[in-house]
């Protein structure tokens, strides 16, 4: 079943065209990267899915429901799971707080069921032992990972990263990339923008090349990186290998 | 002479001038805290962005209030304090027959607020926006967002413009005695008036009034460096023992 369906959505921003009718979807279970240049609009994309954007028109089914209409955003977003190239952490909290004080504040759990589930996710992207530290100490990779805990204490059932590593150093890179790999591993539903074309053919399930507002091809990662139909996915990937 | 007639005054009129000490630093932090709170409401509502889920109900209800609270800053900030305290303490002393000092520690909130929001406006708006769309994206309300992730950071941001006000309001304070309310200046000024000695007089008034802003700047100066150390970032985000316990204890074993 398709847990992400999106019809026809157009965006503009003034007179800037940037999605010129994009049809969309995802099952249960898939992890998707959506590649393309920079521009081409796949931010937009990723964010109109948890309503950071609104679509001009269109449509956007996620969990069966059409969200466009539905009123109780907040319990929504709530379920969908997002990473941020800038990773976005709370530098007001400390590494801990920032995972505990999203479930208290949305999901209404109490402090100690929260911070068990922090404690548990901040273990598995391994930043356990930082759950004291500010987030200002961190190095890139480690906030990332913070992040991604932080995303995941939510139970999301969708997660959007929008290039998760694409401020990292090099060699932070990697960490952050295991860590999305486990959760593909686990069966959880991703869409991933991202320029890590290596990681995206072995982790994906079907890549979407985006260009400029439409999406020129969407395909199994073997068909896209070794025979693409597409004359301009071609050229995009030659420029990257 | 000077110094000896100094020395006179000191010994005749001390208690007056630190009655007037007292009153002053009362209206001044009360004032600076009150105005404190005033601007966080008035510059956290005005820094509100209603988004797509807001009814038009709300949106007009916003535009109405950011209205009214526009006008209010104009106002405040664009008039004498002294004309302000003057207008409201006789508009309402019919209504509710308040005393000088009552009426004094409300104008000065009030005035203080309008350039509080200010402040805490500019101190919103230097929070990383990223901030706020993460909390959006975890299905934080407008308003929890507004609490939990953008104030926090906005009041430690604005800190030194906040400190600042405070420094104001001690010398600004001294407009108040236009409406008698026994501050520093309203000493001053009837110590002179029945010594004659004038000089002498606003000598000690200023060497005070340069005493207390100088504690105060120094005061803030050491608050702020705790905070840039980030220390205060702590009682901002969440440090209760029970919590840091826990962690303690689980990465302890997690090491192991
Ligand atoms: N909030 C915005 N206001 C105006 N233009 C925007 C906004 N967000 C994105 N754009 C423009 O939309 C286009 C697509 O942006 P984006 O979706 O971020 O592309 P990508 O993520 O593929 O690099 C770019 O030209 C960008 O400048
Ligand atoms: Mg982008």
């Known amino acids: 079943m398709a847990l992400v369906e999106i019809r026809n959505i157009h965006k503009n921003f003034g007179t800037l065209e940037v999605l010129k009718g994009i049809d969309f979807s995802v099952d249960e279970g898939e992890v998707v990267c959506l590649i393309g240049r920079s521009g081409s609009g796949k931010s937009t994309m990723l964010r109109c899915i948890n309503l950071l954007e609104i679509p001009d028109s269109g449509e956007i089914r996620v969990f069966g429901e059409n969200i466009l209409e539905n009123r109780d955003v907040n319990s929504y977003r709530a379920k969908v799971g997002m990473c941020f190239q800038q990773f976005n952490l709370f530098t007001n909290m400390n590494v801990l707080e920032n995972c505990v004080r999203p479930q208290i504040k949305v999901l209404k759990r109490t402090r100690k069921e929260a911070e068990k589930k922090a404690l548990q996710l901040l273990a598995k992207v391994g930043m356990l032992d930082f759950s004291r530290a500010s987030v200002n100490t961190l190095s890139g990779g480690q906030k990332q990972r913070v992040a991604i805990a932080r995303a995941l204490c939510m139970d999301p059932k969708l997660m959007l990263f929008d290039e998760p590593t694409s401020a990292l150093d090099p060699e932070m890179v990697q960490e952050v990339l295991n860590v999305m790999r486990e959760l593909a591993a686990e069966g959880l539903t991703m869409i991933i923008v991202t320029h890590e074309m290596r990681f995206a053919r072995e982790v994906s399930d079907r890549i979407v090349f985006v260009d400029d507002g439409i999406i020129v091809e969407d395909d199994k990662p073997e068909v896209i990186f070794t025979r693409p139909k597409s004359p301009r996915t071609a050229e995009f990937l030659r420029a990257f290998m | ?256």
């Open chain 2, 1 to 256: 002479m000077f110094i000896s007639n100094i020395l006179k005054i000191f010994r005749t009129y001390g208690t007056s001038l630190l009655l007037g000490v007292r009153t002053t630093l009362l209206v001044a932090i009360t004032g600076t805290l009150a105005g404190l709170v005033i601007g966080l409401i008035v510059g956290g509502i005005r820094a509100i962005r209603l988004d797509f889920t807001a009814s038009n109900a709300s949106r007009i209800t916003k535009k109405i209030v950011d209205g009214i609270l526009n006008v209010y800053i104009g106002i405040f900030r664009g008039t004498p304090m002294m004309v302000q305290a003057l207008f409201i303490y006789y508009l309402l002393l019919d209504l509710i027959h308040w005393t000088y000092l009552q009426a004094a520690i409300v104008v000065i909130s009030i005035n203080t607020g309008a350039y509080m929001a200010e402040i805490i406006r500019s101190g919103i708006q230097s929070v990383d926006e990223g901030q706020r769309e993460a909390a959006r994206a975890l299905g934080m309300s407008n308003s929890q967002t507004m609490m939990e992730v953008i104030l926090p950071q906005a009041i430690k941001n604005a800190f030194p413009a906040v400190g600042n006000e405070f420094i104001v309001n001690i010398k600004d304070s001294s407009v108040l005695m236009i409406i008698s309310i026994t501050e520093l200046m309203f000493q001053a000024k009837s110590i002179a008036g029945s010594t004659f000695l004038f000089t002498e007089t606003y000598f000690i008034e200023a060497v005070i009034y340069f005493i207390l802003t100088t504690i105060a700047s120094i005061v803030l100066n050491a608050i702020e460096r705790h905070m840039d150390n980030g220390n205060v970032s702590l009682p901002m985000s969440d440090t209760n023992p029970a919590s840091m316990n826990l962690a303690y204890h689980q990465t302890g074993k997690a090491g192991k």
